[in-house]
């Protein structure tokens, strides 16, 4: 099924925002950087800097806080601070499992990256099996001009010994897609910066994050690891008391969520692309529950601030707030998605409830009602 472009033979990914987390650490080390000068580093910038050449970027920074000294000069200050946080930077989801299924079916990957060799080499260390997974590693300091020149992934694909045509590319950055669009390559968005995705009209398709991804489209060997509409994720868990929920989601939807503040679960919520999860629920004087949650803006609604939205698949009679609720989150269903009419979305919730509720049935899933965080939890309470 290549519903998309043109069949293509290999893959060129990018790295930062792409397969790993960036952006976090690098507003924590301006953050630290600026206050030195009595500058308070705006979230906001980061959209100024993502996916251009370090010198593009400290040129960007020097800028907009009126830094006094030149851009090598503020580069040779904060790459040591960089450096010595590569170490904390996460794959993003779905990256491992791109990178082994690409490999272990023999499709050849290379990585482009802006950012200078001796910061890649240091940022993948630290990913076991990524550096032997790609056939060639070209960087922004092995090239004349960065993205958005196609210069990085003409060369690229020289190395690789296929056509330009014949390559994929995978991007999160504006620069990046233009400069694989300039070297006549097919290219995947998946942007790194939310509600943003509008702007990327030039990529190919644009997908919300990697676990979106579907080779197939491109004529490359699928995932085979969707079972029944899910797909299986490294358990991961969230926890607090229930704050809100039956306001919005009982009255508009019809649909009871039991929603937890965001407050502490920043990092949590920026690791997680927006999308629909299920896994286990458990009230802590009620048992165990089914539940299928969403994570994000609700484009429906148009949220500000990302929430985490768990609706637990039973009917009660009251509710429960402030109840401490315990999420073990399992699998993943689909993407964050507006909808035309409030009905569609009702009847998209409840579709992604009914996955939910017989995908919890197949003991792939069923075991995590015993997952070793519940029992932790009880302990806690005695």
């Given at each position: ?43 906001r910038e980061a959209q100024k800097i993502i996916g251009k050449t370090p010198i593009e970027a400290a040129a960007a920074i ?321």
């Amino acid at each position: 099924m290549n519903s998309l472009g043109k069949l293509v033979s290999c893959v060129i990914v990018d790295l930062d925002g792409t397969l790993v987390n960036t952006d976090g650490v690098v507003s924590e080390v301006l953050k630290v950087y600026l206050v030195k000068y009595k500058k308070k580093w705006d979230g906001r910038e980061a959209q100024k800097i993502i996916g251009k050449t370090p010198i593009e970027a400290a040129a960007a920074i020097i800028e907009d806080y009126g830094l006094p000294f030149s851009k090598e000069d503020l580069l040779s200050e904060i790459q040591p601070m960089f450096s010595d946080q590569w170490c904390k930077l996460k794959a993003l989801p779905g990256a491992y499992r791109l990178i082994q299924h690409l490999s272990g079916h023999g499709v050849q990957m290379a990585l482009a990256s802006n950012s200078p060799r001796a910061s890649i080499e240091k940022k993948i260390s630290y990913h076991p099996t990524w550096k032997e997974s790609f056939t060639t590693i070209i960087a922004g300091d092995e090239v004349k001009a960065g993205k958005p020149s196609p210069e990085i992934f003409l060369e690229a694909a020289k190395r690789l010994s296929v056509e330009p045509s014949k390559c994929l590319v995978i991007e999160d950055s504006l620069p990046g897609i233009t400069a694989a669009k300039a070297a006549n390559m097919e290219v995947v968005a998946v942007p790194s910066l939310p509600k943003q995705s509008h702007l990327y009209t030039a990529a190919d398709e644009v997908i919300n994050s990697l676990l979106d991804l579907r080779p197939e489209k491109w004529g490359l060997p699928p995932f085979e690891d969707w079972i029944d509409g899910t797909l299986p994720l490294q358990p991961w868990h969230i926890g607090g008391p229930v704050i809100k929920g039956y306001g919005r989601g009982s009255k508009v939807l019809g649909i009871p969520t039991a929603n937890l503040s965001v407050e502490g679960y920043a990092t949590i919520l920026s690791e997680h692309p927006a999308g629909v999860y299920f896994g286990w629920a458990k009230l802590s004087t009620r048992g165990f529950y089914k539940m299928v949650m969403s994570i994000g803006w609700n484009p429906y609604f148009n949220n500000t601030e990302k929430t985490i939205e768990p609706w637990l698949l039973h009917k009660f009679d009251d509710d429960f707030y402030g109840e401490e609720l315990h999420l073990v989150i399992v699998g993943y269903i689909r993407p964050e998605a507006n909808f035309p009419s409030l009905e569609s979305l009702i009847a998209k919730i409840h579709e992604d409830g009914k996955i939910a509720e017989n995908a919890l049935e197949l003991p792939l899933y069923a075991k995590y009602k015993d997952d070793i965080y519940f029992k932790s939890v009880d302990d806690s309470h005695l």
